[in-house]
């Protein structure tokens, strides 16, 4: 592989206005007594729409990196996949002790190119393609992938990336959403004053990336809806990344930015591959973290 020299672009940490202020712990996660998700978390994708490849590479490189063997070189994107796992040693009988891994797994996957039930996808819709996502597996979260020019129940409405429940059957659904909800591509996209490139070189790509792992770690520390959150405007709630939203560097640190794409990353995952995860809630120190 070849090697690139990296240059660094300075950011410091970026609030912008929203519902709280998170840093250092202004508002904070609560346990709500529920179960979180915990063990192997095998996941089926459903790829709705002209998906591209390079958001397919995208995705399935932030998947196989999560888990501890999946990454070259340092801040590794695990790192960032262990604060969500850490969560498990603080629900009300968690005591604060070592957390068990969860070991990220694709175990299906199918495509839906022709948007077979059209360009919106509502909730009763995302009901009708679960066993397609899932291929019937049981204990199979399912992931929905929309290209651009699908609307994504709620994306648009303050929650890019959504999850939830069909039926106790977990799902995350997210989308492209440089055309349709261009505040969900923060930082790349509606970032006044910040110049941040995404690290794969496509917005959309990137952008799908930090809302699936937005997703991803609400659904396992927030499932049922009884697990991690903080109360918001109305019925709105807080979970593990959105309640620290629109930071760039918790840590006030140099972001790398990779010469080949002009991209900034704070987290390498398998083969090399560059990512710009969100911040999120740690647990175990009240405050927003990010790997750099």
């Given at each position: 592989?070849?090697?690139f020299r990296?240059?660094?672009?300075?950011?410091?940490?970026v609030l912008v206005?929203g519902?709280?202020?998170?840093w250092?712990?202004?508002v904070?996660l609560?346990h709500?007594?529920g179960?979180l998700?915990?063990?192997?978390?095998?996941?089926g994708?459903?790829?709705?729409?002209?998906?591209?490849?390079?958001?397919?590479?995208?995705v399935h490189?932030f998947l196989?990196?999560?888990?501890?063997s999946g990454?070259?070189g340092?801040p590794?994107v695990?790192?960032?996949?262990?604060?969500v796992e850490?969560?498990?040693?603080?629900?009300?009988?968690?005591?604060?002790?070592g957390?068990p891994?969860?070991?990220?797994?694709v175990?299906n996957?199918?495509y839906?190119?022709?948007?077979?039930?059209?360009?919106?996808l509502?909730?009763?819709?995302?009901?009708?393609l679960?066993?397609?996502?899932?291929?019937g597996?049981?204990n199979?979260?399912?992931?929905f992938?929309?290209?651009?020019?699908v609307?994504v129940q709620?994306?648009?409405?303050?929650?890019?990336?959504q999850?939830?429940l069909i039926?106790?059957?977990?799902y995350?659904?997210?989308?492209?959403p440089?055309?349709?909800?261009p505040?969900?591509?923060?930082?790349f996209l509606?970032?006044?004053?910040?110049s941040?490139k995404p690290?794969?070189?496509?917005v959309?790509?990137?952008a799908?990336?930090?809302?699936?792992?937005g997703g991803?770690a609400g659904?396992?520390t927030?499932p049922?809806g009884?697990?991690f959150?903080?109360d918001?405007?109305?019925?709105?709630i807080?979970?593990?990344t959105?309640v620290c939203?629109?930071i760039?560097s918790?840590?006030?640190?140099?972001?790398?930015v990779?010469?080949?794409?002009?991209?900034?990353?704070?987290a390498?995952?398998?083969?090399?591959?560059?990512?710009?995860?969100p911040?999120?809630?740690?647990p175990k120190?009240?405050?927003c973290?990010?790997?750099l």
């Amino acid at each position: 592989m070849a090697s690139f020299r990296i240059a660094c672009l300075v950011v410091l940490l970026v609030l912008v206005a929203g519902p709280v202020a998170v840093w250092g712990g202004t508002v904070a996660l609560t346990h709500r007594g529920g179960r979180l998700l915990t063990g192997n978390l095998n996941i089926g994708i459903l790829w709705y729409g002209a998906v591209t490849e390079k958001q397919k590479q995208a995705v399935h490189s932030f998947l196989n990196s999560l888990n501890p063997s999946g990454g070259d070189g340092e801040p590794q994107v695990s790192s960032w996949w262990h604060v969500v796992e850490s969560y498990q040693a603080y629900t009300k009988t968690g005591g604060g002790k070592g957390s068990p891994t969860i070991t990220v797994k694709v175990v299906n996957e199918q495509y839906d190119p022709n948007y077979s039930l059209g360009k919106v996808l509502i909730k009763d819709f995302i009901k009708k393609l679960m066993p397609k996502a899932t291929g019937g597996k049981p204990n199979t979260l399912a992931l929905f992938v929309a290209s651009k020019g699908v609307t994504v129940q709620d994306m648009c409405a303050g929650s890019c990336a959504q999850h939830g429940l069909i039926e106790e059957q977990p799902y995350v659904a997210v989308g492209d959403p440089e055309e349709e909800c261009p505040e969900c591509a923060w930082p790349f996209l509606e970032a006044p004053g910040i110049s941040v490139k995404p690290p794969s070189g496509e917005v959309g790509a990137d952008a799908m990336v930090m809302l699936l792992a937005g997703g991803l770690a609400g659904a396992v520390t927030n499932p049922y809806g009884d697990g991690f959150y903080a109360d918001a405007r109305g019925d709105d709630i807080l979970e593990a990344t959105s309640v620290c939203s629109h930071i760039l560097s918790a840590q006030q640190a140099r972001l790398p930015v990779d010469p080949a794409t002009g991209g900034a990353y704070n987290a390498k995952g398998v083969s090399g591959t560059k990512f710009f995860l969100p911040a999120i809630w740690n647990p175990k120190t009240s405050s927003c973290w990010t790997p750099l």
